[in-house]
């Protein structure tokens, strides 16, 4: 069984090889932080959490790598408007991205670097494209000289004839900055100051970076020349990644990524998300209405990550019942362990790992291009499974599948669901805080600990409730509960 992956780059699927054995690195473009994340985010973060973690569940070491564009127009617009900083709004919602990841149960990535925080290695970057020809000054900016890369386009398959003026394809002879470059289809790696804007110092004179080359300086500072993976919504094929690629590349003679992989997008009712629109949903807004983030996980993970996906009314209450489902067959050792005398009700830990016919099925079939629908079918089956034993017990008094063996099935479900990030433990609720302090807080974190510890589940969700009811949201993990106010 070995795992194969959709690249982007060659448009063939390929054996997954990594530069190093048995580790991988990979950088996820992230998001822009001048707003708070929407449904496509949603979407992409999901993704590459469980792409990063089905890796780890192989055996590989994972260094994954996520990056916050910190510096923007759309940032700086928003500070003009709020009469504030960039510094501050851009601080205000990466607080934000946080808080609702959390909430949809993703792991925090291995780092985050910033923009702002990279500006050494960005201008290190253009100053060394500049020394080998591909980049040139002009008035304060700095542009690649697409045509001096013959690769061009090898990523998205456009011709350079095709990709005037950027993403956009038109031409504004009038343009500033048109009349600054040598030719409509270069890109800016640097832009001189303006009045009343965030500036560094460079070569160059003072200015900020274009947003291509910030990532091709995060990738490079943090993970190396070459990486495993660099991922990220299709919109991004071109231009951003394209033009990484050009701006990396020329400068190492290094592939930058083995594999190029990129997430289909989110539409809303048939069409594309937008506020002009009015069916753009944010991921807090989505949850503050009752929508259960495990519920939004499944959603995500029922399509194939490459497809577009439709988020309507019915998609989400088809994801929610399913949801409550897998939930039934999770809950099922904490329910009925106790009637069918298990000693143990923990989940498998890293020294004992689970091998049956269930897990090498899940294994056969998520290997192909991260096939996360066909996965969940063998989840489906065996919490359809327990919850048929579950309501024989009920009726009467005993099972028809030997105790031992229903632990075992419990425990696959348990730990391929962990897989996922679906844990039947992660729920969040908007509540209004009553004021606990901190201390009181964990005192109640640890009371909660105890009842479970006594298998008191009963006492452990009513700490729970009780918690969310006072504005304090529980995150339990392996290694152990986190907590935030709502």
Same mark, same amino acid.
């Given at each position: 069984?070995?795992?194969?992956?959709?690249?982007?780059?060659?448009?063939? $699927?390929?054996?997954?090889?990594?530069?190093?054995?048995?580790?991988?690195?990979?950088?996820?473009?992230?998001? @822009?932080?001048?707003?708070?994340?929407?449904?496509? =985010?949603?979407?992409?973060?999901?993704?590459?959490?469980? *792409?990063?973690?089905?890796?780890?569940?192989?055996?590989?070491?994972?260094?994954?790598?996520?990056? !916050?564009?910190?510096?923007?127009?759309?940032?700086?617009?928003?500070?003009?408007?709020?009469? #504030?900083?960039?510094?501050?709004?851009? &601080?205000?919602?990466?607080?934000? %991205?946080?808080?609702?990841?959390?909430?949809?149960?993703?792991?925090?990535?291995?780092?985050?670097?910033?923009?702002?925080?990279?500006?050494?290695?960005? @201008?290190?970057?253009? =100053?060394?494209?500049?020394?080998?020809?591909?980049? %040139?000054? #002009?008035?304060?900016?700095?542009?690649?000289?697409?045509?001096? !890369?013959?690769?061009? /386009?090898?990523?998205?398959?456009?011709?350079?004839?095709?990709?005037?003026?950027?993403?956009?394809?038109?031409?504004?002879?009038?343009?500033?900055?048109?009349?600054?470059?040598?030719?409509?289809?270069?890109?800016?790696?640097?832009?001189?100051?303006?009045? &009343?804007? +965030?500036?560094?110092?460079?070569?160059? /004179?003072?200015?900020? +970076?274009?947003?291509?080359?910030?990532?091709?300086?995060?990738?490079?500072?943090?993970?190396?020349?070459?990486?495993?993976?660099?991922?990220?919504?299709?919109?991004?094929?071109? +231009?951003?990644?394209?033009?990484?690629?050009?701006?990396?590349?020329? *400068?190492? /003679?290094?592939?930058?990524?083995?594999?190029?992989?990129?997430?289909?997008?989110?539409?809303?009712?048939?069409?594309?998300?937008?506020?002009?629109?009015?069916?753009?949903?944010?991921?807090?807004?989505?949850?503050?209405?009752?929508?259960?983030?495990?519920?939004?996980?499944?959603?995500?993970?029922?399509?194939?990550?490459? @497809?577009?996906?439709?988020?309507?009314?019915?998609?989400?209450?088809?994801?929610?019942?399913?949801?409550?489902?897998?939930?039934?067959?999770?809950? !099922?050792?904490?329910? %009925?362990?106790?009637?069918?005398?298990?000693?143990?009700?923990?989940?498998? @830990?890293?020294?004992?790992?689970?091998?049956?016919?269930?897990?090498?099925?899940?294994?056969?079939?998520?290997?192909?291009? !991260?096939?996360? +629908?066909?996965?969940?079918?063998?989840?489906?089956?065996?919490?359809?499974?327990?919850?048929?034993?579950?309501?024989?017990?009920?009726? $009467?008094?005993?099972?028809?599948?030997?105790? &031992?063996?229903?632990?075992?099935?419990?425990?696959?479900?348990?730990?391929?669901?962990?897989?996922?990030?679906?844990?039947?433990?992660?729920?969040?609720?908007?509540?209004?805080?009553?004021?606990?302090?901190?201390?009181?807080?964990?005192?109640?974190?640890?009371?909660?600990?105890?009842?479970?510890?006594?298998?008191?589940?009963?006492?452990?969700?009513?700490?729970?409730?009780?918690?969310?009811?006072?504005?304090?949201?529980?995150?339990?993990?392996? &290694?152990?509960?986190?907590?935030?106010?709502?």
């Amino acid at each position: 069984m070995t795992l194969t992956v959709y690249n982007t780059l060659t448009r063939r $699927q390929e054996l997954f090889e990594t530069v190093e054995p048995k580790k991988v690195k990979m950088y996820y473009c992230g998001v @822009t932080v001048y707003d708070y994340c929407h449904l496509g =985010h949603a979407r992409a973060c999901i993704v590459w959490d469980v *792409v990063r973690r089905y890796l780890q569940f192989l055996g590989y070491e994972v260094r994954y790598v996520q990056n !916050f564009t910190d510096v923007d127009d759309k940032i700086l617009n928003r500070a003009r408007q709020e009469h #504030s900083t960039m510094e501050t709004i851009a &601080d205000r919602f990466i607080k934000a %991205y946080f808080e609702d990841m959390a909430r949809l149960n993703v792991k925090e990535a291995s780092e985050y670097p910033r923009a702002t925080h990279t500006m050494n290695g960005i @201008t290190r970057l253009i =100053h060394e494209l500049e020394n080998k020809g591909y980049a %040139y000054p #002009s008035n304060g900016d700095v542009y690649y000289a697409v045509r001096k !890369f013959p690769e061009y /386009g090898k990523l998205s398959g456009r011709k350079l004839e095709n990709s005037q003026a950027g993403a956009s394809g038109r031409v504004d002879l009038e343009d500033p900055e048109y009349q600054r470059k040598k030719d409509s289809a270069d890109f800016a790696l640097w832009k001189a100051a303006k009045p &009343d804007e +965030p500036s560094w110092e460079s070569p160059w /004179g003072k200015g900020r +970076p274009g947003w291509h080359i910030e990532c091709s300086a995060m990738v490079r500072d943090r993970l190396g020349e070459t990486i495993d993976i660099h991922a990220g919504g299709e919109d991004l094929i071109f +231009p951003h990644h394209e033009n990484e690629i050009a701006q990396s590349e020329a *400068v190492t /003679g290094k592939p930058l990524s083995r594999y190029w992989m990129h997430n289909g997008m989110v539409k809303v009712d048939g069409e594309k998300m937008s506020k002009s629109l009015g069916n753009f949903t944010t991921i807090r807004d989505l949850l503050n209405r009752g929508v259960d983030p495990m519920a939004v996980r499944l959603f995500v993970l029922m399509a194939q990550y490459r @497809t577009p996906i439709d988020f309507t009314d019915e998609a989400i209450q088809a994801a929610t019942n399913g949801w409550n489902t897998l939930k039934e067959g999770l809950l !099922f050792g904490y329910q %009925y362990g106790e009637k069918l005398g298990w000693v143990q009700k923990d989940k498998a @830990t890293e020294n004992n790992p689970i091998q049956n016919s269930y897990v090498e099925r899940f294994q056969e079939v998520v290997n192909n291009d !991260f096939n996360f +629908p066909g996965g969940l079918v063998i989840l489906f089956k065996l919490a359809k499974e327990l919850e048929r034993e579950g309501n024989i017990l009920v009726h $009467q008094g005993k099972t028809e599948i030997p105790p &031992d063996e229903l632990f075992k099935q419990w425990q696959t479900l348990v730990t391929l669901a962990e897989v996922l990030g679906l844990e039947a433990e992660m729920e969040a609720e908007k509540s209004v805080s009553e004021g606990l302090s901190d201390a009181q807080i964990e005192a109640k974190i640890d009371q909660r600990q105890q009842a479970r510890l006594a298998k008191n589940f009963e006492m452990s969700d009513r700490i729970r409730n009780e918690l969310l009811q006072s504005g304090i949201t529980l995150i339990d993990s392996r &290694d152990g509960t986190r907590w935030h106010r709502n």
